[in-house]
């Protein structure tokens, strides 16, 4: 189903010079099936369903230091999700139970840092936040994995 994410604010990369006010992306399956302002991603793909959200829209971010405690490895990815974060560095994943978890929540595993964006037919990993810095949706591979509530 293909879903497009609206918000006050989307932002192809978090430093973006130029936001896009009421904007949205289209997410088709894990992929990036466009970005706009929402009226137009509408008209593009009508039927899609809306999900709404307060705040800014940008790209997922990578988590670069070590994850934090929880009791199990399913639950310290879920707390990275939490962030807005869903790519980790490797050099955090040391046990093979966290680097299992982080494969069945679809969390990138990176040898390095790299820079994160929003760009069509890209890997749709989006995350919102509102006023406060306080995340409120983290979306991975197109699957919405947390909604703070």
């Known amino acids: 189903m293909l879903t497009i994410h609206a918000a006050d604010e989307v932002r192809h990369v978090w430093?973006?010079?130029?936001?896009?006010?009421?904007?949205?992306?289209?997410?088709?399956?894990?992929?990036?099936?466009?970005?706009g302002p929402l009226a137009e991603l509408e008209q593009r793909f009508p039927g899609a369903r809306v999900r709404?959200?307060?705040?800014?829209?940008?790209?997922?971010?990578?988590?670069?230091?070590?994850?934090?405690d929880a009791p199990s490895?399913?639950?310290?990815?879920?707390?990275?999700l939490k962030l807005g974060a869903v790519a980790v560095l490797a050099e955090h994943t040391g046990s093979p139970g966290l680097r299992a978890a982080a494969e069945?929540?679809?969390v990138v595993?990176?040898?390095?840092a790299r820079p994160t964006a929003i760009i069509e037919t890209g890997r749709a990993d989006?995350?919102?936040?509102d006023a406060d810095g306080v995340c409120l949706a983290t979306v991975c591979a197109g699957?919405?994995?947390?909604?703070r509530r």
Not at 109 to 112: D, E, K, M
């Open 15 to 35: 430093d973006d010079p130029e936001p896009i006010e009421g904007g949205a992306v289209a997410v088709q399956g894990i992929r990036v099936a466009g970005v």
């Open 52 to 68: 709404r959200w307060p705040g800014v829209l940008g790209p997922g971010r990578l988590h670069e230091g070590p994850l934090p």
């Open 73 to 80: 490895p399913r639950e310290r990815i879920h707390a990275v």
């Open 104 to 106: 069945r929540g679809d």
């Open 109 to 112: 595993v990176l040898s390095r």
């Open 126 to 129: 989006l995350a919102v936040f």
């Open 143 to 147: 699957r919405l994995v947390h909604r």
